[in-house]
């Protein structure tokens, strides 16, 4: 797909030449035909009937909402409809037969499929009823029909047409608080949670907030998502830029952030929050702990809220770089409630899911009075609620299914480290003594002693550790779902 588009602008360079050469003398030629046609077929001002004033015109719209910019949605993107329409109603009428929408993350628009677990936990919600049926089982995994039995039931009515809680449906928010603290390793609140319509309605509710006139300032990065830009004209702010180094991997420097709020200071305007895009949007850099040490320390002895736009957490592809959320960052400073103003925002329209059409996000609000909170609250309550199915897979990103080793590590007796690539784990399990000395009354080792058990009582079939060499306390690997994906050697220890 690259070489496609690579291709398609060597094309456009090659035309636009030629094109500008005809370009004089037909656009001549084209106003002379009009200007007379126009004398020839326009009406006397006499014979036309007298008409009424429009009720609107744009110059009588709301300025803030002309002042409004959104560059991933705009001129272009509408050339690209009409020429898509063209295309539909005219094939060959252009030297391409498609529209390749590259202008915004839409990953499923271009061919990315959804996760399988997603959906069908999804459609099962949505139509409870199939969940009782015996044809259910051999349409969808055990692990959906788990998890949307668990979902229903946290749902009042198990009617996820009806409206909810205004935050979100209460069990949904415990799920992503649980998700966020076995994310951060610190404690998450599910009262800190609203569940919204993807991350920019909390990032447009925050900005109603924050901002009162055009005399309070907003430090946003640039590059930006115009998402910023656009929120902040539309409240009536005022954007203050800090920008991005490119000769340094677009890195952010709490200096340059500093003289651009001592610039805004000196013009009257009040700045009242930060905005970091990280990993960053449009420019895809990941911040360093370290620098972001010094973004939380800047802010807390400003008084600025920080506002974390952390929607591309993970989309980080480099093995040298690692994300980590401004919130277990300012934990791990000593810093708490009463410290630090941070709101963070997360989407299901990125990471590995991409379900941009869903609109599911949240907003993580910490740092504020019970007061200002109940404020927060009153502002979500104005739209009644996110869409349900949006709530229930932003509960599902911050809580998908366990891994392997997570389920090893959840029973009795059994450890496994985490895997880090291939194909493999490597649990170790404890066998009480009284299994050891059973497998020695019958002259075998202890790992090939349980295999043979095991395939007795429940038809799975492993592989004795001992065939791979391990040291003697060590015992079976696993076979799953056929050899290609396995379980390699565990370990055998005496209780």
């Known amino acids: 797909m690259r070489r496609f588009v690579i291709g398609r602008g060597r094309n456009f360079l090659n035309r636009s030449h030629q094109q500008n050469l005809l370009s004089s003398s037909s656009s001549h030629c084209q106003s002379r035909f009009l200007s007379s046609t126009s004398v020839i077929d326009s009406p006397s001002s006499s014979s036309m009937a007298p008409t009424s004033s429009p009720a609107i015109t744009v110059d009588s719209l709301n300025p803030k909402v002309l002042k409004c910019e959104y560059a991933v949605r705009g001129e272009i993107v509408s050339i690209a409809q009409r020429l898509q329409q063209e295309l539909q109603t005219n094939p060959g009428s ?59 039931d946290q749902i009042p009515g198990r009617a996820t047409g009806a409206y909810s809680h205004s935050q979100g449906i209460k069990g949904l928010r415990d799920t992503i608080a649980a998700g966020i603290e076995a994310r951060d390793g610190f404690p998450a609140d599910p009262n800190d949670i609203f569940l919204t319509d993807g991350a920019s309605p909390a990032v447009h509710m925050m900005m109603q907030l924050l901002i009162r006139s055009e005399n309070d300032g907003i430090l946003c990065p640039i590059p930006q998502y115009p998402l910023y830009s656009a ?3 539309l409240h009536g702010g005022t954007l203050v830029p800090y920008y991005l180094d490119e000769a340094t ?9 500093k003289k651009q709020l001592e610039a805004a200071k000196a013009k009257g305007i009040t700045v009242r929050a930060l905005v970091v895009i990280n990993p960053g949007n449009p420019t895809g850099q990941v911040l360093a ?49 009463k ?68 389920a090893f590590n959840s029973l009795e007796g059994i450890t496994c480290n985490k895997a880090e690539g291939a194909m493999y784990l490597f649990p170790r399990i404890q066998l009480p003594e ?27 079939v492993l592989v004795p550790g001992s065939g791979f060499g391990q040291v003697s306390d060590r015992s079976p690997a696993l076979g799953i779902l056929g050899a290609p994906y396995c379980l390699k050697r565990t370990r055998f220890q005496r209780l």
Request: with cysteine.
């Open 94 to 152: 252009h030297s391409f037969d498609e529209i390749l929408y590259c202008n915004i993350g839409n990953p499923q628009s271009l061919g990315q499929q959804p996760i399988t677990f997603f959906r069908e936990v999804l459609a099962l919600c949505d139509h409870p009823s199939i969940l009782d049926r015996s044809e259910t089982q051999g349409l969808f995994s055990a692990d959906s029909i788990e998890r949307a039995w668990q979902i229903l």
């Open 231 to 233: 929120s902040i004209a």
């Open 249 to 257: 991997g677009w890195g952010l420097e709490t200096s340059e952030v």
């Open 289 to 337: 702990e370290e620098n972001q040490r010094a973004i939380v320390e800047f802010c807390k002895k400003e008084g600025l809220v920080l506002l974390a736009d952390e929607v591309y957490q993970e989309n980080v592809y480099v093995p040298e770089k690692k994300f980590h959320s401004f919130k277990k960052v300012s934990r791990s400073m000593g810093y708490g409630e």
């Open 339 to 406: 410290d630090i103003s941070l709101v963070s925002f997360q989407s299901v329209s990125k990471g590995y899911y991409g379900e941009c059409g869903k609109r599911g996000g949240y907003m993580e609000v910490t740092g504020f009075s019970a007061e200002v909170r109940e404020q927060i609250y009153k502002v979500a309550s104005v739209n009644l609620c996110s869409n349900i199915s949006g709530q229930i897979l932003a509960s599902l990103v911050m809580s998908p299914p366990k891994t392997l080793e997570d």
């Open 434 to 460: 009284k299994a050891i000395k059973a497998a020695e009354a019958e002259k075998t080792v202890p790992d090939a002693f349980y295999c043979r058990r095991l395939l007795n009582a429940t038809g799975i």
